[in-house]
């Protein structure tokens, strides 16, 4: 299974387990698409948090996730963890499972660490501008030397600012193809700030495993959305469960 790109971090809880991956695991943002070994578990809860939202919930640097699929207990502890794997297998509906969910990592929050304001503000401005809006220039308006903001990002964001300006530009090119009709990709990469086509084309190779064409092809309208809501845009919270 390929795994898009994504700002987002996933938490994952299984309902019934299954041969591949701990009981219950985290996977961290990721700059390119990722080839997901093994099938998924019969019946899981997944959580997808905002990187800075993620940070503040997992208390721990982000950075530590870019390996990829982390051990809940690496994060948790052993004894939190566990405990909040048996009491949402134990519950008797998806919605308590929400519900023991909700608490936990609310609870975390109040105590977990907060991003830097100065991060927090590159964020907005990334996600304001599409991904346009420069580097250097960002560091310079929160006082941070481009290195220090680079740092920072990783640490707090679990990407670099380019790569998150990448993935934002990126998902304004997405949220052009809710329709049936095949776009002008040479006009799609003028308005959404690529060099050229060619650069166009090269980003979506990075970040969906195909091409332009093949991703138009292969995803209807409706699973384009689903695709930008659940692994490009990087969203508060957001709670799944398999079949």
């Known amino acids: 299974m390929v795994r898009p790109a994504t700002a987002s971090v996933s938490l994952i809880v299984k309902i019934r387990d299954s041969a591949h991956r701990p009981p219950a695991f985290v996977n961290g943002g990721h700059g390119r698409c990722v080839i997901i070994e093994g099938a998924c578990a019969p019946a899981y809860l997944e959580v997808r948090l905002a990187p800075l939202g993620a940070y503040t ?19 948790f502890g052993g004894e939190d963890s566990e405990r909040l794997l048996e009491q949402v297998r134990a519950a008797p509906t998806w919605d308590l ?5 909700d608490d936990h990592l609310l609870r975390r929050a109040q105590a977990g660490p907060h991003a830097a304001p100065e ?6 401005r990334l996600l304001a501008s599409n991904g346009t809006a420069p580097i250097k220039a960002i560091a310079a308006e929160v006082g941070w030397s ?35 009709t ?5 006009q799609l990469a003028a308005e959404c700030g690529y060099a050229d086509q060619a650069h166009l084309a090269r980003d979506f190779r990075e970040f969906t495993g195909t091409t332009p064409g093949g991703f138009f092809d292969d995803a209807r309208p409706a699973d384009r959305v689903h695709d930008i809501q659940d692994h490009l845009v990087p969203v508060a919270y957001q709670g799944t469960h398999g079949p």
């Open 97 to 101: 499972r929400f519900r023991l969910m």
């Open 146 to 180: 481009h290195k220090h903001l680079i740092t920072m990002c990783k640490q707090q964001v679990g990407l670099t600012p380019k790569t998150i300006a990448r993935l934002v530009r990126f998902n304004r090119l997405l949220s052009c193809l809710n329709d049936s």
């Open 57 to 75: 919930m997992l208390g721990i640097p982000l950075s530590e996730l870019s390996a990829g699929i982390v051990d809940l207990r690496e994060v």
């Open 182 to 186: 095949m776009p002008s990709w040479r």
């Open 119 to 124: 991060v927090a503000f590159a964020w907005q």
